[in-house]
């Protein structure tokens, strides 16, 4: 099965602006300065390189997100996609491949900036088969220099997109031969639920590279992986994830790591637990644990236990800063209020008085009543989808 685009195409510049609720004029205003609408972040890679992103602001992200939901979100893609996807995620992508005896990994080499202004153009026009304006238009929105940015949430779901039409042609051919395929965004994963031969695994990656090549897109070679369970010395990865033992997991190395942490983020917390460095070990290593819990490792249980016996708070700097923030709230206009800046920053100190609480629990709950007497009037749904821009 192809992606299927569910609804009606947009036949207007008009339309667009009624279905994202944003004045046309905005919308050209905005696609016509989108280099001031981007603030580029690099990003560590695992093998010591970088990856640049791109951060949208608030004003394009609003746009961009308008855009996911009116139009992304009514496409049924295929079962062989996922990242981007609700409920499909890199876990659900590996164990796609959980009972397999041989695995190809493939990556797509420099996935992102191999997706152009001219490919996004035509899946807005031939894909979605809007007009020639409003395809324009959506793809200004959406590119960053004639490039598809790493960094905006529409950029996935074009990610997706980018191999529509031949694709689902090289899956079923798959599928025929009793092979499983998966994508997630540029990794690409191929398994057998019996041994292959060699003969049999360079047709496969061909066929792989034939179909990229005539998309536009190559093959990151380096980094094709071959691995079967018979050799338990080479691990069977998707992803990141481990699969020798079936279900994905996570690798015992990284498990060591994760463990290693814990005992340092414990002997860290008794000479002071109010360091930034401190808050940002035990949030960075909360995220971890959880990541274990997701995965069904057994030892997750145990690490959350005792993270929470040595949770971060604030020492007097902090308290006192917390205080000031929430008097500058008390002390906001209402049509500040309105704003999602405001929004993200009452949140923001309500994360803090959470932190408050654990060491001065009478003044976080005065805190909290002043707080709820300029609770801002919109929520975050109202604030993104449903204001007129």
């Given at each position: 099965m192809r992606p299927l685009y569910l609804a009606k195409p947009i036949a207007s510049l008009q339309a667009l602006s009624s279905a994202l609720r944003i004045d046309v004029h905005v919308l050209k205003s905005t696609a016509a300065n989108i280099d001031r609408h981007y603030h580029p972040h690099s990003v560590p890679k695992k093998d010591g390189s970088s990856r640049s992103i791109y951060i949208p602001s608030i004003h394009l992200k609003k746009i961009q997100k308008r855009i996911n939901r009116n139009i992304f979100d009514k496409i049924k893609y295929p079962d062989y996609l996922f990242g981007g996807i609700k409920e499909r995620d890199y876990v659900k992508n590996a164990n796609a491949h959980a009972s397999a005896e041989t695995l190809i990994a493939l990556d797509i080499r420099g996935f992102y900036p191999s997706i152009t202004y001219e490919k996004t153009l035509k899946i807005f026009k031939f894909f979605f088969k809007f007009p020639e304006d409003v395809a324009a238009l959506l793809t200004d929105l959406v590119c960053l220099r004639g490039r598809v940015p790493q960094g905006a949430c529409t950029s996935s779901h074009i990610a997706n997109l980018s191999l529509h039409e031949a694709e689902y042609h090289l899956v079923q051919h798959i599928r025929n031969k009793e092979f499983t395929y998966t994508r997630l965004l540029d990794d690409i994963s191929i398994s057998s639920k019996k041994q292959i031969n060699e003969i049999q695994i360079q047709t496969l990656i061909g066929k792989v590279r034939k179909m990229l090549n005539?998309?536009?897109?190559?093959?990151q070679n380096k980094k094709t992986r071959i691995t079967s369970r018979k050799n338990p010395e080479k691990l069977m990865e998707v992803t990141g994830l481990w699969l020798n033992r079936g279900q994905a997991r996570l690798h015992r190395q990284e498990r060591r790591l994760i463990r290693a942490e814990l005992h340092n983020c414990e002997k860290l917390s008794k000479l002071s637990r109010t360091s930034i460095d401190y808050h940002e070990l035990h949030n960075s290593l909360s995220g971890r644990v959880a990541k274990l819990t997701y995965l069904g490792h057994?030892?997750?249980?145990?690490?959350?236990?005792?993270?929470?016996?040595?949770l971060p708070v604030y020492d007097d700097n902090e308290i006192h800063r917390t205080i000031k923030l929430v008097s500058f709230l008390e002390k906001s206009s209402v049509n500040d209020r309105k704003k999602y800046a405001y929004y993200a920053k009452f949140h923001q100190v309500g994360y803090r008085l959470n932190i408050l609480r654990r060491t001065q629990s009478g003044l976080a709950n005065k805190?909290?009543?002043?707080?709820r007497t300029c609770k801002p009037p919109l929520n975050k749904e109202e604030l993104f989808y449903h204001e007129i821009i």
């Open positions: 005539e998309q536009g897109f190559k093959l057994k030892e997750a249980a145990c690490y959350r236990s005792r993270l929470r016996e040595i805190l909290a009543e002043i707080l």
